[in-house]
């Protein structure tokens, strides 16, 4: 009665990649931080290990988030950041009569500023040129001189310091200077 019948259409299957193998792009610097880890490992250097590995924790937790690190500069303000939050530990430990964690904090503050010394950036005396070149700009535009005109001056895209090694906080700390001046 019922008869089945295969249907044998042969359809060319292309090879399609969906996705992609090529990664965010790591900071230079993460790639020294990994190796120095391996190193530590092998060298039971208990400090430098807990300081490489939330360095590195913190850098893949970022990846997940909508503003991952990837440039040494980021990197380097988390490096910044762990390292003054280690200062008021340390500075809290010698309060309360503590040497031996306080050690421990100026341990990892030294690892810290070491690998902050890996990131090359612009001086002072660099940023300070440029950001009284821009203001001198602004004030020949006969614009208003407010210091959030002159950041998004400074690192919009053609910017005098777009893509330059510049820790924006520090910048922002040296234009609030300018300005009040």
Do not use: C
């Not at 762990?82 to 040497?99: G, L, V």
């Amino acid at each position: 009665m019922f008869q089945s019948m295969r249907l044998s259409v042969r359809v060319p299957l292309r090879s399609v990649r969906w996705n992609s193998t090529a990664g965010p792009t790591l900071p230079p610097l993460m790639a020294t931080l990994r190796n120095d880890l391996k190193t530590a490992m092998r060298a039971k250097d208990t400090s430098r290990l807990n300081v490489l590995r939330a360095l590195i924790s913190e850098t893949n937790n970022a990846a997940k988030t909508a503003s991952p690190i990837q440039t040494d500069i980021q990197l380097l303000s988390l490096i910044r950041k762990r390292a003054s939050a280690a200062k008021e530990s340390a500075q809290q430990f010698a309060e309360a009569d503590r040497p031996d964690l306080k050690e421990k904090e100026d341990a990892q503050i030294a690892i810290l500023e070491e690998y902050a010394g890996h990131v090359k950036t612009l001086t002072v005396e660099e940023v300070e040129a440029v950001i009284s070149k821009e203001i001198a700009a602004i004030k020949e535009a006969g614009k208003k001189l407010e210091v959030g005109q002159v950041l998004k001056a400074l690192f919009a895209p053609g910017g005098a310091l777009d893509g330059k090694p510049a820790d924006r906080k520090e910048v922002a700390g040296l234009v609030k200077k300018a300005v009040s001046a």
